[in-house]
């Protein structure tokens, strides 16, 4: 398996994780701060709603103008901020803003990624490796989804943010480890 294609896993692991440490309560910290259901609706509807038209902002922006591994690292950066901000929460309106900056985060990452990962695969193992790739990640998603219920019961949201955040900001600093030079598209 290529260096870059480990890399990704494992960012990919750490961000998606540390957002499963939130899904499955998320409407509970959204009570907790006075909020609703529908609230918890809205905030992830904006958050979908924004990163569709940040992906067309962004798809505007020249290709070289920023490093791919850098354009990542800056993306997870940006979530990380947004899970912290959590801290600071204290109505809906605020996780609607939280929720906007998490989106930017997301978007500035996932088309360097998915460029990165293209030019990265071995030709004729494509399925084998994506199949493996969901499947690691979607198993530590699980894991993380039924461990944030228990550590927020344990040690509160807050903390719970900061692992996330800190999740976030560890695929940034590996994001850096990519290996730009020579990537070119598999044919």
């Not at 985060?105 to 490796?129: D, F, Q, Y």
């Not at 228990?150 to 695929?171: C, D, P």
Request: hydrophobic share 50%; glycine share 10%.
């Amino acid at each position: 398996m290529h260096k870059n294609v480990k890399i990704l896993l494992l960012t990919s692991i750490l961000i998606h994780s540390g957002a499963n440490l939130l899904a499955p309560i998320y409407a509970i910290f959204i009570k907790d701060i006075g909020g609703d259901l529908m609230d918890a609706g809205i905030a992830i509807g904006i958050y979908a709603l924004l990163k569709g038209v940040f992906y067309f902002i962004f798809g505007r922006i020249k290709e070289d103008l920023f490093s791919k591994k850098v354009m990542m690292c800056i993306g997870y950066t940006v979530m990380g901020i947004g899970y912290l901000c959590y801290v600071f929460a204290k109505e809906p309106m605020d996780v609607f803003l939280i929720q906007g900056i998490i989106s930017l985060g997301e978007t500035v990452i996932n088309p360097s990624w998915s460029a990165i990962i293209a030019t990265s695969l071995e030709k004729g193992k494509e399925r084998h490796l994506y199949a493996n790739f969901f499947g690691y990640r979607s198993i530590f998603e699980g894991i993380a989804a039924i461990l944030g219920g228990l550590f927020a019961m344990e040690f509160g949201f807050n903390v719970l943010f900061g692992v996330m955040a800190s999740f976030a900001i560890a695929s940034g600093l590996l994001s850096l480890l990519i290996k730009e030079q020579n990537l070119k598209p598999i044919t």
